[in-house]
């Protein structure tokens, strides 16, 4: 499990987190890439570096965590999936991960192939271009230049709403809440007290959606099956 350079966003403390990990420190270099994620909490390949510290230390709840997070934002990547694929065999429960319909998980990796700020842009520049070849069609003097604008228009129009699809989809997928549970055994119980009933048991690495909160408790749910409180301390949020 080797580190991956960060691309475009190179930082002075990022050579330290190297240096660290490949000498072994890996409590060090997790200190350095926290403090990277601070800034860049969004960045996947930071996330992924963590994730790998997390890994060697034996903490495999934390590993799918950085794993899965980096894996939301680039699906695509070989290194990334067989990462979290090793961690996630690694995991005493057998839960497969949350996976949407295969329509918005396609639109959602084509989404991750450009920043959703790049697919923001084309869709409005589109957007913009529809509505004036519109207006020419609309106030066109000459009948070649109405017919070219309404032709037009339709093709730019088109195309806004397939730049706009791809980056709506993976923006609400990379907000859909997810937990990890990042202690050994995890109880998940009727109500959010301690003297609730338990339901069953979750043990590190299992990941679950997130459906609601209290002041110390999460609602998590697998499936229409299991679902159930547990306290805030045994998960992270993705």
């Given at each position: 499990?080797?580190?991956?350079?960060?691309?475009?966003?190179?930082?002075?403390?990022?050579?330290?987190?190297?240096?660290?990990?490949?000498?072994?420190?890996?409590?060090?270099?997790?200190?350095?890439?926290?403090?990277?994620?601070?800034?860049?909490?969004?960045?996947?390949?930071?996330?992924?570096?963590?994730?790998?510290?997390?890994?060697?230390?034996?903490?495999?709840?934390?590993?799918?965590?950085?794993?899965?997070?980096?894996?939301?934002?680039?699906?695509?990547?070989?290194?990334?999936?067989?990462?979290?694929?090793?961690?996630?065999?690694?995991?005493?429960?057998?839960?497969?991960?949350?996976?949407?319909?295969?329509?918005?998980?396609?639109?959602?990796?084509?989404?991750?192939?450009?920043?959703?700020?790049?697919w923001w842009i084309l869709a409005l520049g589109t957007g913009a271009i529809a509505m004036t070849l519109m207006g020419i069609y609309a106030f066109g003097f000459q009948e070649v230049w109405r017919r070219w604008g309404f032709y037009g228009s339709l093709v730019a129009a088109?195309?806004?709403?397939?730049?706009?699809?791809?980056?709506?989809?993976?923006?609400?997928?990379?907000?859909?809440?997810?937990?990890?549970?990042?202690?050994?055994?995890?109880?998940?119980?009727?109500?959010?007290?301690?003297?609730?009933?338990?339901?069953?048991?979750?043990?590190?690495?299992?990941?679950?959606?997130?459906?609601?909160?209290?002041?110390?408790?999460?609602?998590?749910?697998?499936?229409?099956?299991?679902?159930?409180?547990?306290?805030?301390?045994?998960?992270?949020?993705?």
């Amino acid at each position: 499990m080797g580190s991956i350079a960060t691309p475009l966003h190179a930082h002075p403390l990022e050579d330290s987190a190297v240096v660290y990990y490949d000498s072994g420190r890996f409590e060090e270099a997790a200190a350095f890439y926290d403090r990277l994620l601070a800034e860049e909490p969004q960045n996947p390949w930071l996330l992924y570096n963590r994730g790998n510290c997390a890994y060697k230390l034996g903490r495999i709840g934390e590993a799918i965590r950085y794993f899965l997070a980096a894996y939301r934002i680039r699906p695509l990547n070989e290194d990334i999936r067989h990462n979290l694929e090793m961690a996630l065999a690694r995991a005493p429960d057998e839960i497969p991960l949350p996976e949407p319909f295969f329509v918005f998980r396609w639109l959602g990796i084509i989404g991750s192939l450009l920043p959703i700020r790049t697919w923001w842009i084309l869709a409005l520049g589109t957007g913009a271009i529809a509505m004036t070849l519109m207006g020419i069609y609309a106030f066109g003097f000459q009948e070649v230049w109405r017919r070219w604008g309404f032709y037009g228009s339709l093709v730019a129009a088109g195309l806004s709403v397939l730049f706009f699809l791809p980056a709506f989809v993976h923006g609400q997928q990379l907000k859909q809440p997810l937990t990890v549970v990042v202690v050994p055994e995890c109880e998940v119980s009727s109500e959010p007290s301690t003297t609730a009933p338990k339901l069953f048991v979750l043990h590190e690495g299992a990941v679950a959606h997130l459906r609601d909160s209290t002041a110390s408790y999460f609602l998590i749910m697998i499936d229409s099956r299991r679902q159930g409180w547990v306290k805030r301390e045994n998960v992270e949020i993705l």
